[in-house]
């Protein structure tokens, strides 16, 4: 009786709970890295660090222009950077989840699958 409750966990409760445990690890992944807030502020100043208006002679607000423009490059540089690795990040997590799922009505058997390899010759080991 404990088997079959086993298994019954196993090929129902049991797999829901690894597709949810795979679900929430990639939601942690995207929130690790806030693709949506990246994707929303991706021309920010970097770090906020900005000239802000400033008054006075064409040479300090062109300076003050060119000081706000190159923030703005390295902080879209730096998050589109962040962005293709959480990007990659999530789509290694995807494939490693789904593998997770495909696999996991299959660990049951393994045991019966390594007896049957070993007796047949299979693999190098004996029991």
């Known amino acids: 009786m404990f088997i079959v409750g086993m298994i019954s966990w196993w090929y129902s409760v049991g797999w ?11 939601e ?16 920010a100043p970097w770090r906020q660090i900005s000239a802000g208006k400033v008054r006075g002679p064409i040479g300090v607000q062109l300076r ?23 990007v990659a990040a999530l789509c290694l997590m995807l494939l490693i ?3 997770r799922l495909a696999i996991w009505p299959l660990v049951p058997l393994m045991p019966a699958v390594m007896v049957v390899a070993a007796i047949s010759g299979w693999i190098p080991w004996h029991l």
Not at 33 to 42: A, D, E, I, V
């Open 64 to 86: 003050a222009f060119f000081d706000r423009l190159v923030s703005r490059i390295i902080g879209g540089f730096i998050r589109i950077i962040t962005l293709l690795i959480g």
């Open 28 to 43: 942690r992944l995207y929130d690790t890295f806030s693709l949506g807030l990246l994707l929303k502020t991706l021309f």
């Open 16 to 26: 829901k709970r690894a597709a949810v445990d795979v679900w929430e690890s990639i």
């Open 97 to 99: 989840g789904l593998l």
